[in-house]
């Protein structure tokens, strides 16, 4: 059980596009999901929570209108990166929060932008 | 400022010995610390979590200290295997931000056959 899937699991486009992200949690109902990009050797920083049903919040320094998040289930979230730039490749993941504070995390997702 | 480092950014053991990995963390009031695994390109896989008030948690091979006197948490791989190379993140919640999860910057282990 706890399984998040992220989709696409790799993207390249070119600059100036926006590109969607989607996380699920696949066999429990998620009320809270976050967003994080983790760049090479770094470690994961928190970008965003994101609760169902209402306004993502975004931590210090994130661009809302640049990544926008919408949490329209229990089990789906999505991430845009709109009018993506070579600085925003990245391994964006995902994670579903279920009980106490565990959190289970997606796969990630490469995104290349050109 | 507030920081969580993680004693080595990488650390080679034999097979069959005990890995011990160290997460310090300055100026956090912790309510939950977590270790997870990452392997190259895949996100984080939850390990273990331990509680402000638990001093030490238990899993098969895997064992977690957590002194928030010290405030460090020890991680623990006994009878290590090659197939426990990957790198080791330590991550807490503190008592404010509930939901949130700091990470430190990880260790990469290589366990030698």
């Known amino acids: 059980g706890a399984v998040v899937s992220q989709h696409p699991s790799w993207v390249i486009c070119k600059s100036g596009t926006s590109v969607k992200i989607e996380c699920r949690s696949l066999d429990f109902q998620a009320t809270t999901m976050f967003w994080y990009r983790q760049f090479p050797k770094q470690s994961l920083m928190l970008m965003a929570t994101?609760?169902?049903?209402?306004?993502?919040?975004?931590e210090q320094g994130v661009e809302k209108d640049k990544f926008l998040i919408n949490h329209a289930s229990l089990t789906l979230s999505t991430l845009t990166v709109t009018s993506a730039h070579p600085e925003d490749s990245s391994f964006y993941i995902c994670?579903?929060?279920?009980?106490?504070?565990?959190?289970?995390f997606g796969p990630g997702t490469r995104l290349t932008v050109l | 400022s507030q920081k969580i480092e993680q004693n080595s950014e990488a650390l080679n053991i034999q097979e069959g010995k005990t890995a011990t990995l160290t997460c310090n963390y300055t100026?956090?009031?912790?309510?939950?610390l977590q270790w997870y695994r990452q392997d190259p390109g895949r996100g984080p896989v939850f390990l273990l979590l331990i509680r402000e008030n638990e001093k030490e948690k238990r899993k098969e091979r895997l064992k977690v200290t957590f002194d928030t006197t010290l405030k460090q948490s020890l991680f623990h791989i006994t009878a290590s295997q090659p197939a426990d190379s990957a790198t080791y993140l330590c991550a807490l919640t503190t008592l404010t931000g509930a939901n949130n999860l700091f990470f430190g910057t990880g260790t990469r282990l290589t366990v030698i056959p």
């Open positions: 994670s579903a929060k279920r009980v106490f504070n565990e959190q289970f």
């Open positions: 100026n956090y009031s912790p309510a939950y």
């Open positions: 994101s609760n169902e049903g209402s306004k993502a919040t975004y």
